[in-house]
C-alpha cells in the first residue's frame, strides 16, 4: 500500500481559526446566541470577545462561591453545546440528560442544549468549553488531537472493535477511564462515553475497494490516524467542521467521506452521495466532558446528581444510537437516493488489508502500550500486518 499514499500537505487541514465567544456572560449573552456559527462575521466581533474573555475567567473563578451561596435562589445554569443535528440521538440523549439533571438537582440546575453547531463549531467549541463560555460538550473523540491529546485517536484505528461488545469492555472499562482522565491536563474532565456507531463510506461513485477511493477528496474528522487511513487508502483526506460537510459534499469541494449511518442521514449527507459501502471500518462515539474548574467547584451534591443523571443517560443514550443509526439505513434506503454495497468476504478482506497497516504506523502517535492494552481488553488483535 506504500504507493497510494502522499506526503500530508498544510492545505488539506482547514480549521477555521475563529476565537470563540463569550456567550454565557448575561449582559452580553443575547448577542452571541443569536450569531450562527455559520454567519462568517465573527471577524467583527474579535476584538470585543478579547475583552470579555478576561471577565469571563473572572467570573469563571467566582462561580463556584455563588452556587454555594445561593443554593436555591438562582439556578446553576449549564450550557450544553454540540455539533450534531436537532432530532440526533446526541440530540435526545442531551434532552434526556437535562430532564434527569434539573429532577435530580431539584431545579437547582438548569440545563441549556445548543444542538446543531448554532453556538460554536467542532474546535471552537472546545476552545469554548476551555474558557468556561459553555460548561458541557459530546464531542467525538476524535477531535481531540489538536488539543494536544493523541492517545484518543486509537478508537479510531480501523477495525479495532469488531462490534459494540469488544467496544463496551474499553468505554467501560479501565482503559476508557484512563483515556477520560488524560482530559484534566487540558482543564476538561471526562464523564462519560456515548456511542454515535461503526462508520461506513461514501462517494458518487461506486466503492468496491480500496482502488475506488484512490484519488477522492474525503472529508473527515481532525484525526490524525482517520488521516492516516485515508492516506493507505490512497484518498485524499480534508479535514472539516462537521457543520460545513453537507455543503463541501454538495459543492463538490469533497468528493466523498466516512461517517454513521445516523450523521449520514440528519445531515442529510445521502441526498449528496450517490454510493456507500457498509465497511463499517471505524467507531465514531462522544466524551461527555465538562470544564474541569467549573465542574470541581460544583458543590458535591449538585455534582453527585448530575453524576447521577449522566451515568443513568448512558444506556439510554447507547441505545437511541444504535435504533438511529438502523433506522437512518432503513429510511436512506428507502429514498433511493444513495446505493448501498454490502462488501463480498473478498472485499472485505481487501478493504481491511489496505487500513490494518495503520495500527502499526501509528504506533508511535497514540501509543503502542495502548494499543496493546486494547488489543488485550477487547480480546481481539487484528492482522495488521
Ligand atoms: C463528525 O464530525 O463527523 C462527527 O463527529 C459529528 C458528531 O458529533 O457526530
Redesign the pocket.
Known amino acids: 500500500m506504500g504507493a497510494r499514499r502522499g506526503p500530508p500537505t498544510p492545505d488539506m487541514r482547514v480549521w477555521t481559526p475563529t476565537f470563540v465567544g463569550v456567550s454565557w456572560w448575561r449582559s452580553v449573552s443575547a448577542i452571541y446566541n443569536v450569531i450562527p456559527a455559520q454567519a462568517g462575521i465573527q471577524m467583527r466581533f474579535n476584538r470585543a470577545r478579547t475583552v470579555l474573555l478576561a471577565f469571563a475567567s473572572l467570573a469563571l473563578a467566582a462561580a463556584p462561591l455563588r452556587a454555594e451561596q445561593e443554593p436555591t435562589a438562582v439556578p446553576i445554569v449549564i450550557k450544553f453545546s454540540?455539533?450534531?443535528a436537532p432530532q440526533?440521538h446526541?440530540s435526545l440523549a442531551g434532552e434526556h440528560f437535562k430532564k434527569l439533571a434539573e429532577e435530580y438537582t431539584h431545579g437547582r440546575v438548569k440545563i441549556e442544549l445548543y444542538p446543531n453547531s448554532q453556538l460554536y463549531k467542532?474546535k471552537e467549541e472546545l476552545e469554548a468549553l476551555q474558557l468556561g463560555a459553555v460548561q458541557m460538550l459530546?464531542?467525538?473523540v476524535?477531535?481531540f488531537g489538536p488539543l494536544g491529546i493523541k492517545a484518543f485517536e486509537v478508537f479510531d484505528l480501523p477495525y479495532i472493535f469488531a462490534g459494540y461488545d469488544e467496544l463496551a469492555k474499553v468505554t467501560e472499562g479501565e482503559v476508557g477511564r484512563e483515556l477520560l482522565n488524560k482530559l484534566e491536563s487540558k482543564g476538561l474532565i471526562g464523564l462519560a462515553y456515548w456511542n454515535?456507531g461503526f462508520k461506513i463510506l461514501s462517494a458518487n461513485s461506486q466503492l468496491l475497494g480500496p482502488d475506488d477511493v484512490l484519488g477522492l477528496k474525503m472529508r473527515i474528522?481532525a484525526s490524525k490516524v482517520i488521516e492516516a487511513q485515508m492516506w493507505a487508502l490512497g484518498a485524499l483526506p480534508q479535514v472539516m467542521?462537521?457543520s460545513e460537510?453537507y455543503q463541501a459534499l454538495s459543492s463538490g469541494v469533497v468528493d466523498g467521506t466516512e461517517?454513521?449511518p445516523a450523521?449520514m442521514y440528519n445531515q442529510k449527507m445521502f441526498e449528496v452521495q450517490k454510493h456507500a459501502t457498509l465497511t463499517n471500518h471505524g467507531y465514531?462515539g462522544?466524551a461527555v466532558i465538562s470544564n474541569a474548574k467549573f465542574w470541581k467547584g460544583l458543590p458535591p451534591d449538585i455534582r453527585a446528581a448530575l453524576e447521577r443523571a449522566i451515568a443513568e443517560t448512558t444506556p439510554v443514550a447507547n441505545k437511541l444510537a444504535r435504533d438511529e443509526n438502523e433506522a437512518a439505513m432503513a429510511e436512506m434506503k428507502a429514498s433511493g437516493r444513495t446505493v448501498f454495497h454490502e462488501p463480498t468476504p473478498e472485499e472485505m478482506a481487501a478493504w481491511r488489508a489496505a487500513m490494518l497497516p495503520v495500527h502499526d504506523e501509528m504506533a508511535n502517535r497514540v501509543g503502542r502500550d495502548l494499543i496493546d492494552r486494547i488489543y488485550a481488553a477487547t480480546g481481539h488483535k487484528p492482522a495488521t500486518q
Open positions: 454540540h455539533v450534531a440526533a446526541k467542532d459530546a464531542p467525538s476524535s477531535k454515535n474528522q467542521a462537521f460537510a461517517n454513521t450523521n465514531l462522544y
